[in-house]
């Protein structure tokens, strides 16, 4: 039964983006060394302000992600199956700065750091489609940014 889970595990990581292209060997330590995680609705997978001590793949579930500014909690995205989150505090070493909640019931693997680390190590090409994705996220994001500023200059007009 473990070894089919296990075998499971490993072909939901290899849906990720970021696996598609790791050997299958350290796929199956990685699978191995992931913790599968349920959590209910509501349930925080980790807050803005913590460190980074995982990544999350969210397997099945939707999961709202938010940020705390000067104006409040404003949502900034929302991670569903074969998304992994949390990968940014554990690549640049700091508190994390988002908070993570889940929508609905979320089924997760968490890859703590080190694991994550190793498999990057490891694989070059990991590397890069985690820092494309990172950049790809952080291009929308700015995007979104600019989209809000003008919209907060046309309601002050």
């Known amino acids: ?14 849906n990720v983006p970021y696996f598609k292209h790791v050997d299958a060997c ?4 990685l699978a191995f060394a ?9 349930d925080c997978l980790f ?3 913590d460190m ?12 709202e992600l938010t940020t705390t500014t000067s104006q409040g909690e404003m949502k900034v995205g929302e991670a569903l199956s074969n998304a992994i989150i949390g990968e940014m505090s554990l690549l640049c070493d700091g508190p994390r700065t988002i908070t993570a909640k889940a929508v609905t019931q979320v089924e ?9 680390s190793k498999v990057m190590a ?3 090409r990991t590397s890069l489609e985690i820092s494309r994705a990172l950049a790809e996220r952080l291009r929308l994001a700015t995007s979104e940014l600019d989209n809000n500023r ?8």
């Open 1 to 14: 039964m473990a070894a089919m889970l296990l075998c499971d595990e490993v072909q939901l990581l290899r």
């Open 26 to 29: 350290k796929l199956k330590l």
């Open 34 to 42: 992931s913790q599968r995680i349920t959590y209910g609705e509501g």
């Open 47 to 49: 807050r803005q302000g």
């Open 52 to 63: 980074g001590d995982a990544a999350y793949v969210i397997l099945s579930g939707q999961v």
């Open 108 to 116: 997760a693997l968490r890859i703590g750091k080190d694991c994550l």
């Open 122 to 124: 490891d694989s070059p």
């Open 150 to 157: 003008l919209r907060q200059v046309v309601l002050m007009q």
